[in-house]
């Protein structure tokens, strides 16, 4: 079966810019979480949907936000983007949230100039 | 809240030899623990993962891993290591009841094979 898609792989943008990433699941799964990966802070949660619903947050700005569709693809929003917000952002499906395997997207690159 | 400790950040180890990367972690409730594997330009990979039960874990590539609970560590271990084996390892954990933090990583350990 296929496995999660985020597109698009790279991107590249101006500070002050927003962006868009969006993150499709493997079929049947319903949690949908976001992961910021860079070099010096390393893997760090965003946030978890689950059914449409945010279920859980991490610590981070409001200018980071998602949202969950019916079919389960979710989307994270950046807006007024920093030079610190190049990074690689992951997304990871699983059935039923964090106690179930989670399957990882390639990730977008985000480069923010 | 959780945090997970990976000691190493680079570890080196010739071709056919053993590895053990280590991790520890702290959270002021119970855990499930789980290791993954990142290969370069790639998104993350589940080796194996500690939900209950024996706290010895097995999982894919010939990768296990040993959940103690005394000495809040999960390592994980490789009797014989390959070329392949190259990639960063990432240990995790998650609270049971889930929670803000999500999966909470290590800093990765930087596994090098040598030949």
């Known amino acids: 079966k296929a496995g999660v898609t985020q597109t698009p792989r790279y991107l590249i943008k101006t500070r002050g810019q927003q962006v868009t990433l969006s993150c499709s699941p493997i079929s049947g799964h319903r949690s949908v979480s976001w992961y910021q990966q860079t070099p010096g802070q390393g893997l760090q949660f965003l946030f978890e949907y689950f059914s449409e619903t945010q279920r859980n947050k991490g610590n981070f700005p409001g200018r980071f936000s998602g949202r969950q569709f019916s079919n389960s693809r979710s989307e994270m929003n950046v807006s007024t983007l920093e030079l610190g917000d190049s990074a690689l952002y992951l997304c990871?499906?699983?059935?039923?949230?964090?106690?179930?395997?989670?399957?990882f997207g390639q990730g977008t690159r985000l480069t923010v100039v | 809240a959780q945090s997970v400790t990976q000691l190493d950040s680079q570890v080196p180890v010739f071709e056919e030899a053993p590895v053990e990367l280590r991790c520890n972690y702290s959270?002021?409730?119970?855990?499930?623990l789980f290791w993954y594997v990142q290969y370069p330009n790639q998104g993350l990979q589940l080796l194996l993962k500690?939900?209950?039960?024996?706290?010895l874990v097995k999982g894919i590539n010939g990768f296990e891993a040993e959940f103690n609970k005394s000495q809040t560590s999960f390592h994980l271990r490789k009797p014989s290591v390959h070329i392949s084996d190259t990639a960063e390892y990432f240990c995790?954990?998650?609270?049971?009841?889930?929670?803000?933090?999500?999966?909470?990583f290590g800093k990765g350990t930087h596994l090098i094979i040598q030949p």
């Open positions: 995790a954990v998650s609270a049971l009841r889930g929670g803000a933090d999500g999966l909470t």
């Open positions: 500690y939900l209950s039960g024996s706290t």
């Open positions: 959270s002021s409730v119970s855990v499930y």
């Open positions: 990871a499906s699983s059935l039923a949230g964090m106690s179930t395997e989670a399957f």
